[in-house]
């Protein structure tokens, strides 16, 4: 009797067993003209809907019952892929998918795979390359960054500036990475341009909120901007020459495992202005004139594959500022030289290696390296014998290594862990003076000592899939950083969810917190590179910010996406210059320039999006409020009243339409509208007396109600561009044509006081800087 039993219950185990063996289909999926590595592709047997997607390197691994597969693989902008298998082991199946310029001309049979409704993520948006390279652009710069201010919840700051504003967040609360590597200072031109050279870039991925754990140290956003790995397939190259500047970029393959991609952009207002400078110098009687400004950045990437497990990338970005001016001038008994100089930039570094354990675990280990430094210098002397030189320096420097783990357990279950060091060192701004006369000389160095610091970080995070309508990503951070014998951690508890109502439409929410122990203390409005970098201290505290988020996203299409979301957001510990302190106020301690306080974040945002097709773009609105508050006890700003921040915006709209009208020519038009920004401006001035025995001797005060008490008017642009494209012998020219503010509108850059000697009375003047501007630039494939 105890053998039947026995015996029973082992057959019945086998049996079980035989019904329930599973195996794992896994590889990675890439464009077939170049290789590039696509990610966040869906693959998914259309028999049952079960699938995944791939991770930030392509690879995917997707665990089935065995039988009949009809493995589906697809991703917006490329032809489907469809392919019957019969699982009955452990298949790697490398995948290459076509792109494809009418997608709503490809069919899958079956449910459609629709990403945006499906995914457990919220506050998440995709930019396709193609569209930021084809709206219309200032001075024929394509620009990322630009791009993204088109988006709702991102506000763009002052008029062409390329600064981050993000749900009421400040430009350091966004945390920037070029392949994994945080950028620091991403503008050119005062700002005017990002640092990213469009033809270098693959992917951009914008997070607004419900971050996943892997993200952490800054409060408001995530721009992860991936590069191109390099054509494994064949040589290629493109560049353009437009007004202000050109570019090249060259890829390829080395040999069938390895291939590179390198590319730059240079501005030549130097050289174009050059000979014009020189001639003003002559007939001005200067011994010698010269005035100089440009930009340059060079982008480098080599991938090699060891094996089908093993893969190493190498990239570097490099991206430097300059201007400068030298005078001589001299006349029969004197003579004098002058040298101003003011140059800033970023130097990136990333090694990552690949390594596939096994087929349902992926490994990347990184080594990064990031600096940024700005420096301001003065030079002058004359023949008797005075000299005067300044110089200012300030910057960071990181070196970090992490490890990123995929594992991907089941269909239901796809965990992410992996553990981060970065070691920053902070020169927060070091002053050094040199002066001399009469034969001596002093020299001397004030400032603020250089911060050593370390940034600790690990997490584990988990996409759950529970039945067919709930999917949930569910993490926690751990986060810690050590500070003049002082270490600060945190838990940080993310969560997303989606519960989805029919195949096209789901509802979503999320929960973030996070902590930044990183500031920003800027000068002005305008992204100078003279705002400063520096960390927390055993007296400044860390940013620390929770927010909320409610949504729905309906899929009108398998093509156009509807969404709706709330959020809600507190910030503490934000800090920001008191009321009259600089860079260069001369108190050695930038501690005692700052005061401490909280933000205050709400809104609504709207958008509808078609990402490719002939007809590309989105509508996006949103209805937000932020305001700040700081030391209401100590009364250090505003009176420790609450007040507007200056780039809260109550209404931003934008447009977003790129059209081909063929293979020719196709056209991109935005049109974009939003508040006006806050502002502080006096109501009233009266006269101080300095010396009571003396009337004569006084001076006017202005009397402020509170810190941005005025709403300058608001801001509406058009800007329109138009691209013939015609196929040469050796590739593809295009000549793109673009108009930046259409209708010449007048958006107000700056807002001030002054007298009016006619109405003798003081009137409030309005500046602007960009008034209609055409340009044209030439580009070219190969």
């Given at each position: 009797?105890?053998?039947?039993?026995?015996?029973?219950?082992?057959?019945?185990?086998?049996?079980?067993?035989?019904l329930a063996?599973?195996?794992?289909?896994?590889?990675?999926?890439?464009?077939?003209?170049?290789?590039?590595?696509?990610?966040?592709?869906?693959?998914?047997?259309?028999?049952?809907?079960?699938?995944?997607?791939?991770?930030?390197?392509?690879?995917y691994?997707?665990?089935?019952?065995?039988?009949?597969?009809?493995?589906?693989?697809?991703?917006?902008?490329?032809?489907?892929?469809?392919?019957e298998?019969?699982?009955?082991?452990?298949k790697?199946?490398?995948?290459?998918?076509?792109?494809?310029?009418?997608?709503?001309?490809?069919?899958?049979?079956?449910?459609?795979?629709?990403?945006?409704?499906?995914?457990?993520?919220?506050?998440?948006i995709?930019?396709?390359?193609?569209?930021?390279?084809?709206?219309?652009?200032?001075?024929?710069?394509?620009?990322?960054?630009?791009?993204?201010?088109?988006?709702?919840?991102?506000?763009?700051?002052?008029?062409?500036?390329?600064?981050?504003?993000?749900?009421?967040?400040?430009?350091?609360?966004?945390?920037?990475?070029?392949?994994?590597?945080?950028?620091?200072?991403?503008?050119?031109?005062?700002?005017?341009?990002?640092?990213?050279n469009?033809?270098?870039?693959?992917?951009v991925?914008?997070?607004?909120?419900?971050?996943?754990?892997?993200?952490?140290?800054?409060?408001s956003?995530?721009?992860d901007?991936?590069?191109?790995?390099g054509?494994?397939?064949?040589?290629?190259?493109?560049?353009?020459?437009?007004?202000?500047?050109?570019?090249?970029?060259?890829e390829?393959?080395?040999?069938?495992?390895?291939s590179?991609?390198?590319?730059?952009?240079?501005?030549y207002?130097?050289?174009?202005?050059y000979?014009?400078?020189?001639?003003?110098?002559?007939?001005?009687?200067?011994?010698?004139?010269?005035?100089?400004?440009?930009?340059?950045?060079?982008?480098?990437?080599?991938?090699?594959?060891?094996?089908?497990?093993?893969?190493?990338?190498?990239?570097?970005?490099?991206?430097?500022?300059?201007?400068?001016?030298?005078?001589?001038?001299?006349?029969?008994?004197?003579?004098?030289d002058?040298?101003v100089?003011?140059?800033?930039?970023?130097?990136?570094?990333?090694?990552?290696?690949?390594?596939?354990?096994?087929?349902?675990?992926?490994?990347?280990?990184t080594?990064?390296?990031?600096?940024?430094?700005m420096?301001?210098?003065?030079?002058?002397?004359?023949?008797f014998?005075?000299?005067?030189?300044?110089e200012?320096?300030?910057?960071?420097?990181?070196?970090?290594?992490?490890?990123?783990?995929?594992?991907?357990?089941?269909p239901?279950?796809?965990?992410?862990?992996?553990?981060?060091?970065?070691?920053?060192?902070?020169n927060?701004?070091?002053?050094?003076?040199?002066y001399?006369?009469?034969?001596?000389?002093?020299?001397?160095?004030?400032?603020?000592?250089?911060?050593?610091?370390?940034?600790?970080?690990a997490?584990?995070?988990?996409?759950?899939?529970?039945?067919?309508?709930?999917?949930?990503?569910?993490?926690?951070?751990?986060?810690g950083?050590?500070?003049?014998?002082?270490?600060?951690?945190?838990?940080?508890?993310?969560?997303?969810?989606?519960?989805?109502?029919?195949?096209?439409?789901?509802?979503?929410?999320s929960?973030?917190?996070m902590?930044?122990?990183?500031?920003?203390?800027?000068?002005?409005?305008?992204?100078?590179?003279?705002?400063l970098?520096?960390?927390?201290?055993?007296?400044?505290?860390?940013?620390r910010?929770?927010?909320?988020?409610?949504?729905s996203?309906?899929?009108?299409?398998?093509?156009?996406?509807?969404?709706?979301?709330?959020?809600?957001?507190?910030?503490?510990?934000?800090?920001e210059?008191?009321?009259?302190a600089?860079?260069?106020?001369?108190?050695?301690?930038?501690?005692?320039?700052?005061?401490?306080g909280?933000?205050w974040?709400?809104?609504?945002?709207?958008?509808?999006?078609?990402?490719?097709?002939?007809?590309?773009?989105?509508?996006?609105?949103?209805?937000?409020?932020?305001?700040?508050?700081?030391?209401?006890?100590?009364?250090e700003?505003?009176?420790?009243k609450?007040?507007?921040?200056?780039?809260?915006?109550?209404?931003?709209?934008?447009?977003?339409?790129?059209?081909?009208?063929?293979?020719?020519?196709?056209?991109?038009?935005?049109?974009?509208?939003?508040?006006?920004?806050?502002?502080?401006?006096?109501?009233?001035?009266?006269?101080?007396?300095?010396?009571?025995?003396?009337?004569?001797?006084?001076?006017?005060?202005?009397?402020?109600?509170?810190?941005?008490?005025?709403?300058?008017?608001?801001?509406?642009?058009?800007?329109?561009?138009?691209?013939?494209?015609?196929?040469k012998?050796?590739?593809?020219?295009?000549?793109?044509?673009?108009?930046?503010?259409?209708?010449?509108?007048?958006?107000?850059?700056?807002?001030?006081?002054?007298?009016?000697y006619e109405?003798?009375?003081?009137?409030?003047?309005?500046?602007?800087?960009?008034?209609?501007?055409?340009?044209?630039?030439?580009?070219?494939?190969?």
């Amino acid at each position: 009797m105890i053998k039947k039993i026995v015996f029973f219950t082992l057959a019945l185990i086998i049996s079980n067993w035989g019904l329930a063996q599973k195996y794992t289909i896994s590889g990675y999926v890439s464009d077939v003209e170049n290789g590039e590595k696509l990610i966040g592709a869906n693959i998914y047997n259309a028999n049952s809907f079960v699938g995944t997607v791939t991770n930030s390197y392509g690879f995917y691994s997707l665990t089935l019952e065995s039988g009949s597969v009809n493995l589906t693989v697809s991703y917006v902008g490329y032809s489907s892929f469809q392919k019957e298998i019969n699982l009955n082991e452990h298949k790697t199946l490398n995948i290459e998918l076509n792109s494809s310029v009418e997608i709503e001309e490809v069919v899958v049979e079956g449910k459609a795979a629709v990403g945006g409704v499906k995914s457990s993520q919220m506050s998440v948006i995709e930019i396709p390359m193609k569209t930021i390279k084809n709206l219309p652009v200032l001075l024929g710069e394509a620009d990322i960054i630009k791009t993204i201010q088109l988006l709702p919840g991102v506000q763009s700051g002052s008029e062409g500036m390329s600064g981050l504003y993000v749900r009421g967040g400040g430009p350091d609360q966004n945390l920037i990475l070029l392949d994994g590597v945080p950028v620091y200072n991403v503008n050119h031109l005062f700002g005017f341009f990002s640092v990213f050279n469009p033809d270098a870039i693959q992917n951009v991925t914008l997070v607004k909120g419900g971050f996943p754990a892997r993200y952490g140290g800054r409060l408001s956003s995530v721009l992860d901007i991936s590069m191109k790995e390099g054509n494994i397939k064949e040589f290629k190259g493109s560049g353009s020459v437009g007004v202000i500047s050109s570019k090249l970029a060259v890829e390829g393959p080395i040999g069938d495992k390895t291939s590179y991609i390198i590319s730059g952009r240079r501005t030549y207002i130097d050289v174009l202005t050059y000979p014009i400078i020189q001639m003003v110098g002559k007939s001005e009687g200067f011994d010698k004139l010269s005035l100089g400004y440009f930009f340059h950045n060079l982008n480098a990437k080599i991938n090699h594959q060891f094996s089908q497990k093993s893969r190493l990338y190498v990239s570097a970005y490099m991206g430097k500022d300059k201007f400068n001016s030298h005078m001589k001038e001299s006349g029969s008994d004197w003579n004098y030289d002058e040298k101003v100089q003011f140059w800033w930039g970023n130097i990136t570094g990333a090694v990552r290696w690949n390594y596939m354990i096994n087929r349902k675990l992926f490994s990347n280990t990184t080594f990064t390296v990031s600096r940024y430094k700005m420096l301001t210098s003065f030079e002058f002397s004359d023949n008797f014998g005075k000299r005067d030189e300044f110089e200012y320096t300030s910057g960071i420097l990181d070196y970090g290594a992490k490890i990123d783990f995929d594992y991907f357990a089941s269909p239901n279950h796809t965990v992410k862990f992996g553990f981060a060091e970065t070691y920053h060192t902070y020169n927060p701004g070091v002053s050094a003076l040199t002066y001399s006369e009469g034969g001596e000389q002093v020299s001397t160095e004030f400032g603020n000592n250089k911060v050593y610091t370390h940034e600790l970080g690990a997490y584990v995070e988990d996409d759950i899939r529970i039945g067919s309508l709930i999917k949930m990503n569910i993490g926690i951070r751990w986060s810690g950083f050590s500070v003049q014998n002082t270490f600060y951690n945190a838990l940080e508890p993310r969560f997303s969810s989606r519960f989805l109502i029919s195949d096209k439409w789901s509802l979503k929410g999320s929960y973030a917190q996070m902590n930044q122990y990183i500031n920003l203390l800027a000068n002005s409005n305008i992204g100078l590179p003279t705002d400063l970098w520096v960390p927390i201290t055993d007296k400044i505290k860390p940013q620390r910010a929770n927010q909320f988020a409610l949504g729905s996203i309906y899929a009108l299409s398998k093509n156009i996406d509807f969404s709706v979301e709330g959020f809600y957001k507190h910030m503490d510990n934000i800090v920001e210059y008191k009321e009259g302190a600089t860079f260069l106020s001369f108190d050695n301690s930038w501690e005692n320039k700052i005061a401490m306080g909280e933000g205050w974040s709400k809104g609504i945002e709207v958008l509808l999006m078609k990402k490719h097709g002939r007809v590309s773009g989105w509508i996006g609105y949103t209805l937000s409020q932020s305001d700040r508050q700081f030391n209401r006890f100590e009364q250090e700003i505003a009176y420790g009243k609450k007040f507007p921040y200056k780039f809260d915006r109550r209404h931003d709209l934008s447009f977003v339409l790129t059209y081909k009208l063929d293979d020719r020519i196709d056209f991109g038009l935005t049109w974009v509208f939003g508040t006006g920004n806050a502002t502080t401006l006096g109501y009233e001035t009266y006269p101080a007396i300095i010396d009571n025995d003396n009337f004569d001797n006084t001076y006017d005060v202005t009397h402020y109600e509170n810190r941005n008490n005025y709403r300058m008017p608001s801001y509406h642009r058009m800007d329109v561009s138009i691209n013939f494209h015609k196929q040469k012998r050796w590739g593809t020219r295009t000549w793109n044509l673009s108009i930046y503010n259409v209708y010449n509108r007048q958006n107000p850059f700056f807002v001030n006081w002054e007298y009016d000697y006619e109405a003798k009375k003081n009137k409030l003047y309005q500046y602007s800087i960009f008034p209609i501007m055409p340009s044209v630039s030439y580009k070219f494939e190969f």
